[in-house]
């Protein structure tokens, strides 16, 4: 008898229990706490100091009514920055028609300041839970990187050495930089940013600029390598990298005549030959040397070569100019310019060339002074006797 009336209390007891449970859980409720599911493929990822790890991310409904969804997201980590959007928008809610699914995005920022190790994040939708974990494989560092495109350019002793940078500002804060260069005695640096001569950048948290670097070399720099060393620093941090610059030699060249002497004579209407020496001054050869000449009006000048197809430095190579004036020309001096071309270098030579009369006028004004004398003399003897 006690033990029926003991088992019927304890199913009178559960009957309560079930009964008061069912107070507070519906049937409904208890549908919708399971009906919400968060999905991505992608649940455990690796990732460096700085870098952005981006999750697709499916909210599917499997329930037999459209739901609303509170989005969140839940970070025990200190630094790291997050954004979730959905359709480009930052988003706080979602509703997800019955049996269907709506899309979100996730971005985590990966601070710059870090220690390695695994990191755990969880994005809530409702009831629903989906766990990360992001794993950071080094330490981070807070530090600036400075790289050059073509550290080494090579070039002559009059050209101008252009090379690309790029500043990486690898810490948390913006950063303010000074632009140096260690460049030798006469060597100059110029600095140019968006256009315009810098001595500082500033470059924000986590991003690049690009600085070009000009450097000239002193006058009479010899053949060499020349290392410059460049840096970009503030009082938290600094970054540096050093420049090459090869300079292959010096362009030089000369134009004389042969016989050292800057003057000539020649007949109105007559020619005149002089040789010309071309001489490469410099320590690189020289390519296509052309011969020029400014004349007056109606003169010409030819040479013989025109054009001069290499010098190698120290030698030098012999011209004819042939000069042939104007028919018309009076007596008196004329200024003759020849000139040496390079796309490097040129040298000039001005000529004083001096036109004579031609001889045959001189025998014409003999000729008519002894006429004039000749008709004088007839004139005092036939008239003189009266």
């Known amino acids: 008898m006690r033990k029926a009336c003991r088992q019927a209390s304890i199913l009178a007891l559960v009957a309560v229990i079930l009964w008061t449970g069912g107070l507070f859980i519906s049937p409904q409720s208890a549908r919708a706490a399971s009906a919400l599911e968060l999905y991505t493929p992608y649940t455990a990822v690796d990732a460096a100091p700085g870098e952005s790890v981006s999750y697709a991310i499916e909210l599917l409904n499997r329930g037999g009514e459209t739901m609303k969804a509170d989005i969140g997201f839940q970070n025990e980590t200190n630094g790291w920055t997050y954004e979730l959007t959905a359709g480009g928008r930052v988003i706080k809610q979602l509703a997800v028609k ?52 073509q550290a080494n350019i090579e070039g002559h002793a009059d050209s101008s050495f252009t090379f690309s940078a790029k500043l990486t500002n690898q810490t948390a804060e913006e950063q303010t930089y000074a632009l140096a260069a260690a460049a030798d005695n006469g060597w100059e640096a110029r600095f140019t940013s968006g256009g315009n001569g810098v001595t500082s950048v500033t470059v924000d948290p986590n991003a690049s600029q690009t600085i070009s670097v000009e450097l000239l070399p002193p006058d009479q720099v010899k053949a060499g390598t020349y290392s410059i060393p460049i840096m970009a620093a503030n009082s938290a941090t600094k970054a540096e990298t050093t420049l090459e610059a090869v300079i292959t030699g010096t362009y030089g ?59 190698e430095p120290g030698k030098t190579a012999s011209v004819q100019a042939v000069i042939e004036s104007a028919e018309q020309s009076l007596p008196g001096d004329y200024a003759l310019n020849l000139s040496a071309n390079t796309s490097q270098k040129s040298a000039d030579a001005a000529i004083r060339v001096a036109v004579k009369s031609s001889s045959l006028w001189g025998w014409i004004g003999i000729l008519i002074i002894a006429a004039v004398a000749g008709g004088i003399y007839w004139l005092f003897r036939t008239y003189g006797r009266r």
């Open 98 to 149: 019955a049996g269907g699914s709506e899309s979100l995005s996730l971005r985590l920022d990966v601070p710059l300041e870090i220690d390695k190790g695994e990191y755990r994040f969880t994005v809530t939708a409702g009831d629903a839970q989906l766990p990360l974990r992001v794993f950071v494989a080094e330490k981070g560092t807070f530090t600036s990187k400075l790289e050059v495109e």
């Open 253 to 311: 060249i000369g134009l004389n005549t042969a016989d050292e002497r800057l003057n000539a004579t020649v007949k109105a209407g007559g020619t005149r030959s002089l040789q010309l020496i071309v001489t490469n001054t410099g320590t690189a050869k020289l390519e296509d040397i052309s011969l020029t000449a400014q004349t007056p009006t109606d003169w010409e000048v030819t040479f013989e070569p025109k054009t001069i197809r290499s010098l």
